[in-house]
């Protein structure tokens, strides 16, 4: 084939033909083209046949390809051949072997706080994330956010290149047009340049922007983000004049009390760790159980879990903590508020000196933090169950809604002349008053030049000059701090799926010189200085997910109580009721937004996945006259109903209401659901949903509570609600949150002074020994589950886990309205008391499959595609199944997931990336369960049989039980004496579900208990369970002459 | 002696009224399908039926290229319509094998004017409810998996489970069904085949007689064959629908698990059943002019067969009832509560007892038994009722079992009707064929109950029929 330059080339040719421009006669071709090379074309006899066309289809080529494809479309008739070329490992890269994962520690952050992950990669991708063990932050367990950031890794709408007004760009193009811009700033001292970021806490991207700062000295750097600490940081300003992070030791608290603080719901595992370790009461130790004290409106996973709550409205919640502060001897407090539970309650605290701890939550007030640190001064915590150090964030003093209003005034008076927004999306999640509104940000004139640093094409994104597509944190060098303030490394697992670009990448294009340094360099380097000089310690620190001796050091503060003479500022806002603002407890503040896994994740409290809904309580309901459909002896939130032709898939009815908050009006119409526990005339609303551009996911889903936040109530205000007389579906993965009486063989939660007192009032009795046949009996190992109710906080982290590392399907919301979520594993939660609207407390209990040794699904398949394993399990055999759904009717538990249709992603080419190559995927038409994590239970086999040893307890950790923040799930033999699962198995706590079914569950529950304090109040003795001895006793009475005889145990 | 005819009549009304000969009762019956014009009206439900059947076909074929996703089947109920329209097929198909089984045996002679249009009911429901667990299965393409065949995959299947049973049960109903109803038909197909003067359909008729020429050879095997047939259909009769109940009745779920139900639903569907014999005989009674053959006395006898076995449903609902009372099992007291009163689809139980408990009761009374009118109205009310009965089982006791946080609500959708609707749409395409195409009475057993057929004594009155039949 003829090089392109030839001088014969056709193309060439024509090329010079049409280059000539005007009016130029010409008598032939020879004439025209007056070019040996032309001359000797047209005299050739057969142009064609001599020369080819660089056209990049040559007929050679063309005939080369056809003959090679029709000898190849002999072959793809047979089978379907794979697209994609496979490669061998000539050589083998070193540590990979192929089938084999290997985990690399990282770190997840979210609103400036790490959980220090390991992630593991199969041949090079990533495909699960566990928690690091050795990090502080996380000590192994991670939460939802963390385990969700796979999907966001492989989500398809990230996107793949730079753009300019959204027409694709190079990275170089963008470049050097940046380049030109800072260098043209550089002029005034980079005046015109300011920056928007989320809170950093990455130790070298505060020093890259000091010293961009320094070099650009007009130049300034904001940080906004919606879930932010500035309260917390005020608060401490105002109890000790400069903001601090406060670093909680839970484990050391023996009375804790919360004041809005939703330690479970919140970001940080450690907390949820520290905290389970004064709930793993029993088991041989002795060990007293703590009690944790709740003031809150809404219900939380701290509520739910307190042994005492206090529902208050958030305007009322200074004034309470005020009269705490008073009742625990802080001088100079004064409260016009009194209860008798606040004050049994501080005499509690009180009693336990040195070894209490109060907690006020980051939407409370500046002063309840002051008031709380005050209260933890008097009770002499400090040093012992609370620390302070100097913030994550730099910063910290000037309030981030104070920094954005600042930014926002500069725009508006055209001082701004580059704005770099490096993450976050301000354009949805600014404040109503402070908004980054489309209005300034498509004004050319005022801003010149806009850059968003985004991982997908977001409503910021859009409105900016240029989009610089981000990395993952999967994909880059980066580093970040844990909670307190112990540094981590962030380290790549993968090459950049997309060429994606960082904070720190963009920032250091502001350098004057080396400014295309790499990524890794510019974390390398600052390291360097700080603490791993040489290439050994930074290594290690890279392997080991922590840099050792980090943590920022305690700092001390004194308290002064000054700031309680100062008056605070209420909400001024006209309507009748109070509203109060939370961040989703599933896709937070709205960056997990396009995430199924977080969207198809029911909230942990009312179940409702796939929008945000306003909560408000029966009475209000009721006054309100919304919801009046639903059963209120049900406690779900919505009217269920049924349809004779359903089209939508709906089967739970919410009414739509139009809602002012602050005289702003939210502009989609929200769902109201009604939630027992919340305090009348209170509306809670949440954060993260009404994107207008989120990607396929999430665009559009639920209404923007970020319309009318304003910055002077960010957390709480005033407000209204009025029926539209529109209804909605709601869906909602469960709909009856009342055991309906079955406490005695669900959800058993005792108290934890009769069990002190005597743990064989907590014991079941089962009776295995009365079957007809004999047991089977395992001759080699035996598993078993133990799931400890006291522990579990019914955080999610296990349901997410398990969908994660077994390949689940997100079915959408209308399949979860049609009640066919796929969750192998889900999380139950029922309300506890006698008044259904006003509940003593709400319980949670993961359910999976229960591994019967008596499988009721078993028995009823007619092809055998449920079958026990030696080892005991209940096996099911995808490939076997043909779908007759009989398994999961006779499945007490229901625990059983059918593939309606095919709800499996096939096509989607990032998704094949992201699973688990060692979990089949499942197709339409198949039943599918929890397996125990049977993959991870065969390699550990695997590994103990080349060794000639026995699987050791603990060497087989399932994907709940690995992520579980409250170590409430134990896995293992229950053939081996020592396992910790066969111990537990034997506490007196011990109970099976459905135990009058006789399933013989492998997995059990050890019961709840719940520490009251018998002057409070509101103690409640637990009313079921004198209920089921009184029925015991009648039983006894009944059948006790029989029993006797036939000498039946336990 | 006049007295005792006359009481004697009274007691054993004649099975057919006017004067007939055995040659009129040929062609009253032979000329329907032979030389009568084919009716408009025929025309007319033949169109909207075949035109209900197209959308099963639609719904089948939307069904495997989707899933069964299409219907409003969830978790926990697993089952629903595929499962209801399944036992109330197969339950209407009951009452054409008792009529020819079990009447035949105990030599009711009622059961002659009626038992060839019932068997085809039998066989074209079996027919619809065949469909049902073929296509509510996730992968219907493996549902021969079901089947114990040597297979290289060295797999064999779980005879503990009531599907299997059901396998063989339905199976086995529907050969015998079949076999049935053929064997019944040789000797008219061989009259038709005789009287038909269109070649082609003398040749049908003809190659369908296999042969048959009424010799008394061939009466003496037809005879043997039929009650041998007859016999193995009697247990079916009972065994067919016990083992349909065994699909709720061995699993463990609360409204499911109760011994009563293998004798509950025989009754019951031996109740749909004479429901669905009474909404087709009527019509065809009333539009073919056959209420020479199909009297009066029929009618009052298949009223009192429905309002007995009604009776035994009812005692049915009041036993589970009574169950969940005296168990003092507390998911089994929820349930029934559940069902009656609190649950949300109490509306299907009282409409189940007004269709199947308080409608019967008219039939008390001879005037509603006599009655064409009213027998139809309450036969379409207790097929109504017969298949809400197994939607308020199935359904009302899936959607809230034991754990209360996985309870659910269910509503059908667009192809759970289409389906429902479209296999009726199926089932009387079927029946419109059968009419037209098939002597809808049989010829030669009518025969025997006509005064000619007793001059003689009782013994040699086939072979008199024979002779004509080859005449």
């Given at each position: ?999 013989q569950p492998r997995t059990t529950y050890l019961a709840g208990l719940r520490n009251q304090n018998k002057e409070m109040p509101d103690y409640k003795a637990q009313e079921w369970v004198k209920k089921a001895a009184e029925k015991a006793k009648e039983g006894a009475a009944n059948e006790g002459e029989t029993k006797k005889s036939e000498g039946a145990s336990h | 002696m006049h007295d005792l005819k006359e009481v004697q009549k009274k007691i054993y009304p004649p099975m057919v009224e006017g004067k007939h000969t055995f040659a009129t009762v040929s062609d009253e019956i032979g000329d329907i399908t032979l030389k009568k014009k084919t009716p408009f009206h025929w025309f007319i439900g033949f169109g909207i039926a075949f ?61 002659t004017s009626i038992n060839r249009f019932a068997e085809a009911m039998t066989l074209f429901a079996v027919a619809c409810a065949g469909m049902f667990p073929l296509l509510h299965t996730g992968r219907p393409w493996l549902a021969y998996w079901m089947l114990p065949y040597p297979n290289v995959m060295g797999m064999w299947q779980n005879f503990r489970s009531p599907l299997m049973w059901d396998v063989f049960a339905v199976s086995t109903y529907a050969t015998v069904s079949a076999l049935f109803w053929y064997v019944g038909l040789i000797p008219d197909l061989a009259t038709l085949r005789d009287r038909a003067k269109n070649p082609f359909f003398k040749f049908v008729y003809g190659l369908l007689s296999m042969g048959w ?259």
């Amino acid at each position: 084939m003829p090089s392109k330059d030839s001088k014969t080339n056709f193309a060439l040719l024509r090329n010079k033909i049409l280059s000539q421009n005007g009016k130029n006669y010409w008598r032939s071709v020879e004439e025209f083209v007056d070019a040996p090379e032309f001359a000797e074309f047209v005299s050739r006899e057969y142009p064609q046949h001599a020369e080819e066309w660089s056209d990049g289809f040559s007929r050679r080529n063309f005939i080369k390809i056809m003959g090679a494809s029709l000898a190849l479309a002999g072959l793809s008739g047979c089978i379907i051949q794979p697209a994609e070329k496979i490669v061998p490992y000539v050589k083998q890269p070193e540590e990979i072997i192929p089938g084999k994962p290997l985990f690399f520690a990282t770190a997840a952050t979210l609103g400036g706080v790490a959980t220090g992950l390991l992630a593991r990669s199969n041949e090079g991708r990533p495909t699960k994330i566990e928690g690091n063990p050795d990090h502080v932050g996380s000590l192994g367990a991670t939460n939802v956010f963390a385990q969700a950031e796979l999907l966001s890794l492989y989500d398809p709408d990230r996107t793949q290149q730079v753009f300019y007004r959204n027409e694709q760009k190079t990275w170089q193009s963008f470049v050097a047009e940046f380049r030109g811009k800072v260098e043209e700033n550089r002029q005034n001292g980079g005046a015109g340049i300011r920056f928007l970021t989320e809170t950093v806490t990455s130790p070298t991207l505060i020093a890259q922007f000091k010293q961009i700062l320094t070099e650009l000295p007009g130049a300034k750097w904001y940080q906004y983000e919606p879930v932010n600490k500035d309260n917390a940081h005020q608060g401490a300003k105002l109890a000790f004049g400069s903001p601090v992070n406060t670093v909680y030791k839970f484990d050391k608290a023996e009375r804790i009390l919360s004041l809005d603080a939703d330690i479970f719901g919140g970001t940080n595992v450690r907390y949820m760790k520290d905290f389970s370790k004064g709930r793993k009461v029993g088991h041989g130790e002795e060990s007293k159980m703590n009690r944790l004290y709740t003031v809150e409106t809404t219900l939380s996973l701290t509520g739910a879990k307190s042994d005492h709550r206090l529902a208050v409205k958030p305007s009322e919640m200074t004034e309470v903590a005020k009269a705490i502060a008073k009742a625990l001897g802080v001088s100079g407090a004064s409260s016009a508020y009194s209860n008798k539970w606040v004050d049994v309650m501080a005499k509690d605290l009180l009693e336990a000196k040195g070894k209490s701890l109060v907690v006020a939550g980051d939407n409370q007030p500046p002063v309840v933090h002051a008031l709380a640190h005050a209260m933890n001064a008097a009770l002499n915590n400090v040093g012992q169950t609370v620390t302070y150090t100097d913030p994550l964030s730099e910063k910290a003093d000037v309030a981030q809604t104070d920094g954005l209003k600042e930014l926002i005034k500069d725009i508006d008076a055209g001082a701004v002349k580059m704005l770099v927004i490096l993450g976050g999306n301000p354009v949805y999640n600014t404040p109503a008053d402070a908004k980054l509104s489309k209005e300034r940000m498509m004004d050319d004139a005022k801003l010149p030049f806009r850059l968003h640093l985004s991982q997908s094409m977001d409503e910021t994104s859009e409105l900016c000059h240029w989009h610089v597509n981000a990395k993952h944190f999967l994909e880059m060098w980066s580093d970040t701090r844990a909670y307190d303030g112990t540094a981590t490394i962030v380290q790549p697992l993968v090459q950049p799926l997309y060429d994606g670009k960082s904070a720190h990448e963009i920032v250091q294009l502001f350098a004057k010189e080396n400014f295309e340094k790499k990524e890794i360099d510019i974390v390398k380097d600052y390291w360097k200085t700080n603490g791993l000089a040489d290439d050994k310690a930074w290594r290690k620190a890279v392997h080991d997910g922590s840099i050792p001796n980090s943590a920022l050091p305690a700092k001390t503060v004194t308290a002064n109580t000054g700031f309680l003479s100062q008056s605070t500022p209420a909400p001024t806002g006209s309507g009748d009721l109070e509203i109060a603002i939370l961040p989703d407890p599933s896709i937070y503040d709205g960056r997990y937004t396009n995430n199924g896994w977080l969207q198809e994740l029911p909230n942990p409290l009312n179940k409702v996945t796939w929008e945000n809904v306003a909560l408000v309580s029966p009475k209000t309901a009721e006054k309100l006259g919304v919801n009046q459909g639903r059963d209120a002896n049900q406690q779900a939130g919505a009217g269920e109903g049924t349809t004779f032709y359903n089209t939508k898939g709906g089967n739970l009815f919410s009414d739509l209401v139009t809602l002012t908050y602050q005289d702003g009006k939210v502009s989609q119409k929200v769902p109201i659901w009604v939630s027992p526990g919340q305090p009348d005339d209170v509306v809670t609303i949440f954060l993260g949903y009404g994107r207008t551009r989120a990607g396929k996911v999430g665009t559009g889903l639920g209404y923007n509570a970020y319309e009318v936040r304003k910055s002077d109530a960010m957390w709480f205000g005033k407000g209204s609600i009025s029926k539209t007389g529109e209804t909605t579906t709601i869906a909602s993965s469960q709909t009856h949150f009342n055991m309906e009486g079955r406490e005695n063989e669900i959800l058993r939660v005792f108290d934890y002074d009769s069990w002190e007192k005597d743990a064989q009032t907590t014991h079941q009795h089962n009776e295995y020994e009365l079957s007809m046949f004999e047991p089977h009996e395992y001759k080699e190992r035996k598993w078993g589950m133990n799931i400890d109710l006291n522990s579990c906080v019914g955080c999610n982290a296990c349901v997410l886990a398990c969908q994660s590392e077994n390949n689940i399907p997100v079915v959408g919301k209308e399949q979860v309205e049609r009640s066919r979520e796929m969750h192998w594993m889900r999380v139950d939660a029922y309300f506890e008391g006698e008044d259904v609207n006003n509940p003593k407390a709400l319980n949670f209990q993961p359910m999976l499959c229960q591994q019967c040794e008596q499988a009721p699904c078993e028995l009823v398949c007619p092809v055998h595609a449920t079958v026990h394993s030696a080892e005991g399990l209940n096996d099911m055999v995808y490939n076997r199944c043909i779908g007759t759904r009989y398994c999961s009717n006779n499945c007490p538990y229901k625990v059983r997931r059918f593939n309606f249709l095919l709800f499996q992603d096939w096509n989607t080419p990032q998704y094949k990336l992201m699973r688990n190559p060692e979990v089949s995927i499942r197709s339409r038409g198949v039943m599918e369960k929890c397996t125990y994590c049977t993959q991870r239970i065969s390699a550990a086999r695997i590994e103990a049989e080349k060794a000639g040893r026995e699987v050791r307890d603990g060497e087989i950790v399932t994907a709940c039980e690995a992520v579980c923040p409250t170590d409430a799930i134990v896995f293992g033999n229950l053939n081996d004496p020592n396992s910790r699962v066969a111990k537990l198995s034997k506490d007196h706590r011990n109970y099976n579900v459905l135990n009058s079914l006789n399933t013989q569950p492998r997995t059990t529950y050890l019961a709840g208990l719940r520490n009251q304090n018998k002057e409070m109040p509101d103690y409640k003795a637990q009313e079921w369970v004198k209920k089921a001895a009184e029925k015991a006793k009648e039983g006894a009475a009944n059948e006790g002459e029989t029993k006797k005889s036939e000498g039946a145990s336990h | 002696m006049h007295d005792l005819k006359e009481v004697q009549k009274k007691i054993y009304p004649p099975m057919v009224e006017g004067k007939h000969t055995f040659a009129t009762v040929s062609d009253e019956i032979g000329d329907i399908t032979l030389k009568k014009k084919t009716p408009f009206h025929w025309f007319i439900g033949f169109g909207i039926a075949f035109l209900i059947a197209q959308a099963l076909l639609m719904t089948i074929t939307y069904l495997l290229a989707k899933g069964i996703g299409i219907w409003g089947n969830n978790q926990p109920i697993g089952w629903a319509f595929d499962i209801i329209n399944f036992v109330w097929w197969i339950g209407i198909g009951h009452a054409g094998t008792l009529i020819s089984a079990i009447l035949l045996l105990l030599n009711q002679k009622w059961r002659t004017s009626i038992n060839r249009f019932a068997e085809a009911m039998t066989l074209f429901a079996v027919a619809c409810a065949g469909m049902f667990p073929l296509l509510h299965t996730g992968r219907p393409w493996l549902a021969y998996w079901m089947l114990p065949y040597p297979n290289v995959m060295g797999m064999w299947q779980n005879f503990r489970s009531p599907l299997m049973w059901d396998v063989f049960a339905v199976s086995t109903y529907a050969t015998v069904s079949a076999l049935f109803w053929y064997v019944g038909l040789i000797p008219d197909l061989a009259t038709l085949r005789d009287r038909a003067k269109n070649p082609f359909f003398k040749f049908v008729y003809g190659l369908l007689s296999m042969g048959w020429r009424g010799s008394a050879r061939h009466w003496h095997r037809y005879e043997i064959a039929y009650l041998i047939l007859a016999g193995l259909s009697t247990p079916l009769v009972l065994s067919v629908h016990s083992i349909v109940s065994f699909d709720f009745s061995v699993s463990q779920l609360p409204g499911w698990h109760a011994t009563i139900f293998p004798p509950y639903f025989v009754a019951g569907a031996i109740f749909a059943g004479f429901a669905m014999v009474l909404i087709l005989c009527i019509p065809l009674r009333h539009w073919y002019k056959m209420q020479d053959f199909i009297t009066k006395t029929h009618l009052i006898y298949m009223g009192k067969v429905m309002l007995a076995t009604g009776l035994i449903v009812v005692y049915g609902y009041f036993m589970e009832a009574f169950f969940g009372w005296y168990s003092e099992n507390q998911y089994e007291s929820y349930m029934i509560q559940n069902r009656i009163w609190t649950g949300p689809y109490w509306f299907m139980y009282w409409l189940l007892i007004f269709c199947n408990g308080i409608s019967i009761q008219f039939l008390w009374f001879k005037r509603f038994r006599e009655s064409e009118f009213w027998l139809f109205v309450i036969s379409v009310i207790v097929s109504v009722g017969m298949w809400l009965e197994r939607f308020v089982i199935i359904v009302t006791s899936l959607h809230r079992d034991f754990l209360p946080a996985n309870w659910a609500m269910y509503s059908p959708t667009m192809f759970d009707w289409s389906m429902f609707l479209g296999t009726i749409g199926f089932f009387f395409t079927l029946i419109y064929l059968f009419v037209r195409f098939l002597p809808i009475i049989s010829i030669f057993e009518v025969r025997t109950l006509l005064p000619d057929a007793h001059v003689e004594d009782h013994g040699h009155a086939h072979e008199h029929v024979g002779d004509e039949a080859t005449a």
